[in-house]
């Protein structure tokens, strides 16, 4: 077996294929192909790409174009026969108007349904003409529909043909376990007067008068060949009316042309000679060729008749085509091309001999299951359209060679140069392909890079840090948590927070990584406008295990501003996905501005319990002393009220707060191990003071001395007292946390702050209390009394500064001072 030269093109890749299953269609620049599922891609050979996706309810068996090429016939399994237009750019004679590169998805509707028949094999449309196949109880039927303009269609006659039983074929067990489709293709008498038509074959007129008859030639009737999977070959002619018999019964125009005694594969035309192709030519499975061709009349005075010739090729064959000259089949293992031209044409006998030793050229092209084409390009080559078992579309160049098919050798002073050259080429190839490696090695360093950020970021989205998290020690994969610190720089003390990002995740968090924490001051004042600050740190790289210390100042504008949210976040820059000089500059600039993704890590309070100062002093600069009318104003704008600046009348005394809480409640929801009174009021005391050292005990006194963020002393005293006239049920222990400071600012604010560890330590905690205390009727009515004339001088004040245009004068701020005294000297119990 020779070997023909040719070259293979790659022109896109689809999903694997059946190899029975497979179909396809060319039109022009335009290939339509179905891999026997339920989609049909048309697929545009000249921009290599899918066009369009056209999705069908079950899968796909068979397919056709109408006449005009404007419709689309196609079998499905579900037995039903659909008939759909085709998208404008395919229909119309004009270049595409597709433009997109995407693919255009165009889902069939049921009603697109024309014929529904479960036992349907195959179909043809010739002459406006349906021709369906059906087998149904051991019966082939062939039914004849007008071509569905209008619905229902309209049956015009019916012709059947008895089966065959297929053990006489000596089928083996692996081709009967493969369904092989019956062929229907319909041939037309080649003459001035034939239809012009490029999906259909024709035939030269002497050939086709002598197969067909008189009648179907002298009316050029199209004929409808049948290939049947037990080996017949079945015709009928389309349009010539069917006759009766001598009893007056009709007669079956169907008639057996030949049998290959193996399923049938493909029929078609071939040898083109000046009045048309002067061979029928048809395979079948196993590699049987059958070649029909017509014998001129002799000078013995024979009539011209036509001859069957049998030739043998290597199978199974799976597909195959023909154009002017050869016959090009597919046995899987590789694509072959058969010269059906002969070189004399002397007798018959002669040109039957020479069919019998006819042997196949090897393209070199293996695992093909469907072919399209032949046609020939401008330069004279030969091109196939192939699909390959693993889902791949090809084409096939041959180049225009001698009679055989076979390139002409190559002088051998040239020899030297076209090796050269092919070295060349190799080493080009090989470039190309080291360049291409190279891009596709950064390409999946990104895609892995891509996986991983998305990875992190679903953890940090599942695992959102909060107050909860940091506070009540729950460990997350990556967490952030602060402590607020007192540093000394150049003789003047600065309060700073220290955020530990810490990763205990399996995941590395890689370049491009920025952990960005925002201060946003809670207090409101005149000065306080754009006080938020965002700092950034970037990091290179923070492997599983480790952790990042960075240090941001709490300080604004050039004062100290207490309570603070902080707010911390990862931040990842998708630029860092790709390298500078493989990104354009359109992708850089679109990363610039939008590419990045932000998510939170949790979320941070910082007060006046974090900020004071459990030892040593203060520098000079930062102690203030504070009257009663600023710790007023301070405590008011710290509350988001505006005040104005008046005279201040110093209040050397100290003041004294109080916050009460149950004994038990507080026991319960730290956990407190602790018997002794002294030891539960030491344990409280270090869970104010230092939140941060849980289960270690930094204060070692109920009492204790400690510096305020304005400098003054302050006093904090945690005992134990027993109300003995709060509950029914008797005496109940509770825990006095008081506030002692001659700082105005300082004890509203750590009042503040206690009552906001409370209620977040009431909040998160998921214990609750075993019972409800039973309160004595007298005691809350003595509470609301209490209440309801401290808020009754409140009113007063706020009309009296109503009346006098302001509220803030020395007078006013003393009541509003004394209504606090009085308001936080008796406090009500935290059950």
């Known amino acids: 077996m020779d070997a023909v030269r040719c070259s293979v093109e790659y022109l ?12 396809v269609i060319q039109d022009g620049v335009n290939l339509l192909l179905t891999r026997g599922d339920r989609e049909v891609l048309i697929f545009n050979v000249l921009e290599r790409r899918v066009t369009t996706v056209m999705l069908f309810e079950a899968s796909m068996i068979h397919l056709a174009l109408s006449d005009d090429k404007h419709r689309l016939y196609a079998l499905c399994a579900n037995g039903g026969l659909y008939c759909t237009p085709l998208p404008p750019q395919l229909s119309s004679s004009s270049v595409q108007v597709n433009k997109s590169p995407d693919s255009v998805l165009f889902t069939v509707p049921d009603d697109s349904i024309v014929l529904k028949n479960a036992s349907l094999q195959a179909f043809t449309i010739a002459e406006k003409i349906l021709v ?3 087998l149904h109880k051991s019966v082939w039927s062939f039914d004849l529909y007008e071509e569905p303009g209008s619905r229902p269609l309209h049956k015009l006659a019916c012709f059947q043909v008895v089966t065959l039983n297929t053990c006489c074929l000596n089928l083996t067990d692996k081709e009967k376990s493969v369904s092989s489709p019956p062929v229907l293709t319909c041939i037309y008498p080649e003459g001035p007067t034939s239809v012009s038509t490029d999906l259909h074959p024709h035939l030269e007129p002497h050939l086709f008068r002598l ?26 002619t389309l349009l010539v009316p069917t006759l009766a018999g001598p009893t007056g019964e009709q007669r079956s125009p169907v008639r057996v042309l030949q049998s290959l005694e193996q399923p049938v594969v493909f029929i078609g035309t071939c040898v083109s000679g000046e009045h048309g192709p002067q061979c029928l030519v048809a395979v079948g499975q196993r590699g049987k060729l059958l070649i029909v061709r017509s014998k001129q009349a002799s000078l013995e005075g024979k009539k011209a008749d036509y001859s069957f010739n049998e030739h043998s090729v290597r199978g199974p064959v799976l597909c195959a085509c023909v154009d002017d000259k050869r016959l090009y089949y597919s046995s899987l293992s590789d694509l072959h091309a058969l010269q059906l031209t002969t070189t004399s044409s002397s007798e018959a006998t002669e040109t039957e001999s020479q069919l019998q030793t006819l042997t196949s050229d090897s393209l070199g092209v293996c695992r093909v299951v469907a072919l399209a084409g032949p046609y020939t390009n401008p330069t004279g080559s030969v091109q196939l359209l192939a699909v390959s078992l693993s889902g791949r579309l090809l084409r096939v160049n041959l180049p225009q ?24 080429s190799i080493a080009n190839i090989w470039e190309r392909a080291e360049s291409l490696k190279h891009k596709l090695q950064k390409k999946n360093d990104s895609l892995k890079h891509l996986n991983q950020v998305i990875h992190v970021y679903s953890l940090l989205l599942d695992n959102h840090g909060n107050e909860k998290a940091c506070n009540m020690g729950t460990k997350h994969p990556i967490s952030c948590c602060g402590v607020a610190r007192w540093s000394s720089l150049l003789q003047r003390d600065s309060l700073t927070l220290t955020c530990v990002l810490e990763n205990s995740s399996g995941c590395t968090l890689e370049h491009g990584w920025t952990l960005c924490i925002q201060v946003h001051p809670l207090s409101k004042g005149p000065n306080m406008e754009g006080s938020s600050r965002t700092y950034s740190f970037p990091f ?4 599983s295990g480790q952790k990042l210390d960075v240090t941001v100042p709490l300080e604004s504008t050039g004062r100290l501003s207490l309570p603070v949210k902080v707010y911390c976040s990862l931040v990842f820059s998708l630029s860092a996905l790709f390298s500078p000089e493989a990104s354009s500059p359109g992708v850089s600039q679109l990363l610039t501005e939008t590419g990045s993704i932000s998510a939170p890590l949790s979320t941070l309070t910082v007060d006046w319990l974090d900020a004071l100062r459990l030892d040593g002093s203060f520098s000079h600069g930062n102690i203030r002393h504070d009257t009663v009318t600023d710790g007023i104003q301070a405590f008011l704008r710290s509350r988001g009220v505006l005040t104005k600046d008046s005279d201040t009348t110093t209040k050397s005394a100290p003041i004294t707060v109080m916050v ?21 009021c030491m344990s409280v005391l270090n869970w104010l003071v230092s939140p941060e050292a849980r289960g270690q005990m930094s204060v070692q006194s109920p009492v204790v001395c400690v510096y305020s963020p304005d400098g003054c002393s302050v006093k904090l005293l945690v005992k134990e007292v027993t109300l003995g006239d709060f509950c029914s049920d008797g005496p109940l222990e509770v825990l006095e946390i008081r506030v002692e400071s001659s700082s105005v600012a300082a004890v509203c604010g750590l009042h503040h702050a206690i ?37 009754k001088e409140l009113q007063d004040a706020q009309n009296q500064a109503a009346l006098g ?27």
């Open 540 to 543: 290179m790289k923070l492997d």
């Open 660 to 680: 009460r809480v149950s004994s038990e409640l507080l026991k319960t929801k730290l956990h407190l191990s602790a018997t002794s009174s002294g030891e539960r």
């Open 755 to 791: 009552l906001r560890r409370l209620q977040v330590l009431l909040r998160d905690s998921a214990v609750k209390c075993g019972h409800t205390k039973q309160l004595k009727a007298q005691s809350l009515f003595e509470a609301v009394r209490h209440v309801e004339s401290l808020y």
């Open 401 to 424: 060679g001698s009679e055989k098919g076979n390139v002409p050798r190559l002088p051998s002073s040239l020899a030297g140069q076209k090796v050269k050259d092919l070295l060349a």
């Open 12 to 23: 896109s890749e689809f999903s694997d294929c059946q190899s029975h299953s497979v179909r």
């Open 132 to 134: 369906t196949l059906s």
């Open 211 to 236: 197969l067909f008859g008189v009648d179907a030639s002298l009316v050029n009737s199209p004929v409808i060949l049948c290939g049947l999977p037990d080996g017949r070959i079945c015709c009928f």
């Open 805 to 831: 245009g302001t509220m803030k004068t020395n007078k006013n701020s003393e009541i509003l001072f004394r209504i606090f005294l009085q308001l936080r000297a008796n406090p009500l119990v935290i059950l």
